[in-house]
């Protein structure tokens, strides 16, 4: 059975200080992994996929990384609009998705 | 694009009455599915289809029906509304849902009292 954990639960940071969200995986064959932000009150929004090891995705502050074993979602330089809760998930090959409960970034100005 | 679609926003039940939450999805995606959100909690998947006539139970089936006579519609009906159903209940669509990413719509906000 496909398991994904993420870690820290919750992460405060200062405005401009970057830190990094962790996601380990355990699969039977990893077809891809997905990172989510959602925000308050609304569905989950996707960011990235990475399909294989050592692939990395950018957008704005945000980088996602992959290994064998986990995903990192690093966060350079973040502004209180960062505030959301990450979540990643990888599919299996019916069709579901298994996702990991989520890190809540709350950036203070 | 409307993307993904949910009906009603918010929604307030007495104890054992039945109701209808409503998705609909402009895509013309081939996979779609039903999550419901507790409070502070990860997604669970109640059901999921892979295309019009065929559905599959997730985790947590029990207390909800779902039917699939179209591409673009997927409602999920309670049938005998419990408190334990109150939640927030998300549907999501995907392309092929193994490779691609799922779309969400903004959720159903539902209240069993």
């Known amino acids: 059975e496909d398991q994904v954990t993420q870690s820290p639960e919750a992460l405060r940071l200062q405005e401009g200080e970057s830190s990094s969200l962790n996601c380990s995986y355990t699969?039977?064959?990893?077809?891809?992994l997905f990172w989510y932000r959602q925000d308050p009150g609304k569905g989950p929004e996707f960011l990235f996929t990475?399909?294989?090891a050592g692939e990395e995705k950018e957008k704005e502050r945000l980088k996602a990384t992959l290994t064998k074993k986990e995903s990192f979602l690093h966060i350079t330089a973040p502004k209180p609009e960062d505030s959301a809760t990450y979540l990643c998930a990888v599919p299996s090959n019916a069709g579901k998705s298994t996702f990991g409960d989520g890190t809540t970034l709350t950036v203070k100005p | 694009n409307a993307g993904v679609t949910q009906t009603p926003k918010f929604r307030i039940l007495k104890i054992g009455q039945s109701m209808t939450l409503q998705c609909a999805q402009d895509?013309?995606?081939?996979?779609m599915y039903w999550y419901r959100q507790d409070p502070g909690m990860g997604l669970k998947l109640i059901y999921y289809?892979?295309?019009?006539?065929?559905?599959d139970k997730g985790e947590v089936p029990n207390g909800y029906n779902v039917s699939r006579s179209t591409t673009e519609d997927f409602p999920l009906r309670l049938e005998l509304a419990a408190p334990s159903q109150t939640s927030v209940y998300f549907c999501?669509?995907?392309?092929?849902?193994?490779?691609?990413?799922?779309?969400f719509g903004d959720g159903t906000r539902l209240s069993i009292l």
């Open positions: 999501a669509s995907s392309y092929n849902g193994v490779d691609q990413p799922q779309h």
């Open positions: 699969v039977s064959g990893l077809r891809g």
């Open positions: 895509m013309n995606h081939n996979y």
């Open positions: 990475l399909y294989s």
């Open positions: 289809s892979v295309g019009a006539g065929i559905t």
